[in-house]
T-cell receptor
Framework: EDKVVQSPLSLVVHEGDTVTLNCSYEVTNFRSLLWYKQEKKAPTFLFMLTSSGIEKKSGRLSSILDKKELFSILNITATQTGDSAIYLCAVELVGTPLVFGKGTRLSVIA | DTEVTQTPKHLVMGMTNKKSLKCEQHMGHRAMYWYKQKAKKPPELMFVYSYEKLSINESVPSRFSPECPNSSLLNLHLHALQPEDSALYLC??????????????FGPGTRLTVT
């Protein structure tokens, strides 16, 4: 059975801290891994990763994929209260839509 | 324009009612999706339409009936729902389904309450 596991499930940090969110997967026919941020409503797309070792960056967020060890990390530097959200990792398989992890709930306190 | 729109934003319906959720995108995407999301859980896939044809039905009860009238529109018809069907219903779209990797864009969702 295809599986996507995120850790930690929840995290509380102070503004300015750097956080690392983890996503590991055991799937057949991997195609890509995606990160989403979900606040009160729909998930917002952050990154799509298809190749190992190539970091994707957007402002204070960055992500990298390791296809050999089957995991990805999402880093957020200099966290702000607006970063508080659930961060979802999803894996796209060949011929199958996304398989989601359970998410990491990040709370950034002032 | 990377927007997926959904209407209504909120819906309260009784168990005997018939209602429809609507989703629209104008990005030229040929794959559209319905997800159901319960509180504190990740989205669960319900249906996938690829080139206006239903390609995946994740064993969804027949009280949920999807429809794709054209490449920009996706509907979800609801009839005789149960209180446990109350959830956030998310629509998403991507360039294609099952082809090269393309990210899915989500709409804002319809929060459904069944009384």
């Amino acid at each position: 059975e295809d599986k996507v596991v995120q850790s930690p499930l929840s995290l509380v940090v102070h503004e300015g801290d750097t956080v690392t969110l983890n996503c590991s997967y055991e799937v057949t026919n991997f195609r890509s891994l995606l990160w989403y941020k979900q606040e009160k409503k729909a998930p917002t797309f952050l990154f799509m990763l298809t190749s190992s070792g190539i970091e994707k960056k957007s402002g204070r967020l960055s992500s990298i994929l390791d296809k050999k060890e089957l995991f990805s990390i999402l880093n957020i530097t200099a966290t702000q209260t607006g970063d508080s959200a659930i961060y979802l990792c999803a894996v796209e398989l060949v011929g199958t839509p996304l398989v989601f992890g359970k998410g990491t709930r990040l709370s950034v306190i002032a | 324009d990377t927007e997926v729109t959904q209407t209504p934003k909120h819906l309260v319906m009784g168990m005997t009612n018939k209602k429809s959720l609507k989703c629209e995108q104008h990005m030229g995407h040929r794959a559209m999706y319905w997800y159901k999301q319960k509180a504190k859980k990740p989205p669960e896939l319900m249906f996938v339409y690829s080139y206006e044809k239903l390609s995946i039905n994740e064993s969804v009860p027949s009280r949920f009936s999807p429809e794709c009238p054209n490449s920009s529109l996706l509907n979800l018809h609801l009839h005789a729902l149960q209180p446990e069907d109350s959830a956030l219903y998310l629509c998403a779209s991507s360039q294609v389904a099952g082809g090269p990797s393309y990210e899915q864009y989500f709409g804002p969702g319809t929060r459904l309450t069944v009384t």
